[in-house]
C-alpha cells in the first residue's frame, strides 16, 4: 500500500470519529458549510478506497 492510500484511510479513520455523519440526511437541502463537508468525506472515502 502507497503512503497516499495510508494518509487518506487515516483521514477517514479520523472523520469518522471526529466529523458528524450525513448519510440520513437529505443533501441537496443541506447547507453550504454541511455539503462541503459532506463533499470532503465523500472526497476522503473515495480515495481511501
Do not use: C, G, H, I
Not at 35 to 49: F, P
Amino acid at each position: 500500500m502507497d503512503l497516499r492510500k495510508r494518509a487518506f484511510r487515516l483521514l477517514a479513520e479520523l472523520n469518522k470519529a471526529v466529523l458528524p455523519k450525513q448519510w440520513n440526511r437529505d443533501l441537496t437541502r443541506l447547507s453550504k458549510p454541511r455539503k462541503l463537508l459532506a463533499a470532503y468525506r465523500y472526497w476522503v472515502t473515495r480515495n481511501a478506497l
